[in-house]
């Protein structure tokens, strides 16, 4: 395994439109005995009520999700260029079909949190989550939103404090 070191989050020179819009994620949550992650592309990070945070957003339709509702941690990992076709693998197929791990070749590393995230990655936010909300439609300011859900499957947000930082 690699090692990573512990960071402060604010150190961190990416640009967090491209980290999480354009090269994607991995939201995972559970334990080491029992997870599941999917990509992400919709989340942020910043500065709430004084704490560092990460926010991402699950559909309740995703298997993760139960995981997410059940955990008080949850991780996101970034990965370099070359696992892009890891990241779309975990997010067009269902954990409850398949072991993602297994499948690409990924190394879930227990966290301090007790969270799970991935050895391969370059970046990985460990978080306590302290909010979540459902999306509702009728807190859209601009309708055109109401476009990204044909389904009508609005997603819950999640806010968590980054606990732990990690680079390699």
Same mark, same amino acid.
């Given at each position: 395994? /690699?090692?990573? +070191?512990?960071?402060?989050? %604010?150190?961190?020179?990416?640009?967090?439109?491209?980290?999480?819009?354009?090269?994607?994620?991995?939201?995972?949550?559970?334990?080491?005995?029992?997870?599941?992650?999917?990509?992400?592309?919709?989340?942020?990070?910043?500065?709430?009520?004084?704490?560092?945070?990460?926010? !991402?957003?699950?559909?309740?339709?995703?298997?993760?999700?139960? $995981?997410?509702? %059940? /955990?008080?941690?949850?991780?996101?990992?970034?990965?370099?260029?070359?696992? +892009?076709? @890891?990241?779309? $693998? !975990?997010?067009?197929?269902?954990?409850?079909?398949?072991?993602?791990?297994?499948?690409?070749?990924?190394?879930?590393?227990?966290?301090?949190?007790? !969270?799970?995230? $991935?050895?391969?990655? +370059?970046?990985?936010?460990?978080? +306590?989550?302290?909010?979540?909300?459902?999306?509702?439609?009728?807190? $859209?300011?601009?309708?055109?939103?109401?476009?990204?859900?044909?389904?009508?499957?609005?997603?819950?947000?999640?806010?968590?404090? @980054?606990?732990? !930082?990690? @680079?390699?």
């Amino acid at each position: 395994m /690699s090692e990573f +070191r512990k960071v402060n989050p %604010q150190t961190i020179a990416d640009n967090v439109f491209k980290l999480v819009g354009t090269d994607w994620m991995l939201i995972t949550a559970g334990k080491i005995d029992g997870f599941n992650t999917m990509t992400g592309s919709w989340g942020g990070m910043g500065v709430l009520w004084d704490m560092n945070v990460c926010f !991402c957003v699950i559909r309740p339709t995703r298997y993760t999700y139960s $995981f997410m509702e %059940q /955990s008080d941690y949850f991780s996101l990992s970034f990965f370099n260029v070359e696992f +892009r076709n @890891v990241l779309t $693998f !975990c997010g067009t197929n269902s954990g409850r079909d398949v072991d993602k791990p297994v499948k690409t070749g990924l190394t879930p590393i227990g966290g301090a949190s007790g !969270c799970v995230y $991935f050895d391969e990655a +370059r970046l990985v936010m460990e978080c +306590r989550k302290i909010y979540y909300q459902d999306i509702t439609p009728i807190n $859209f300011a601009d309708p055109l939103i109401d476009s990204k859900y044909p389904l009508k499957d609005y997603h819950r947000m999640y806010i968590g404090e @980054v606990v732990n !930082c990690l @680079v390699k």
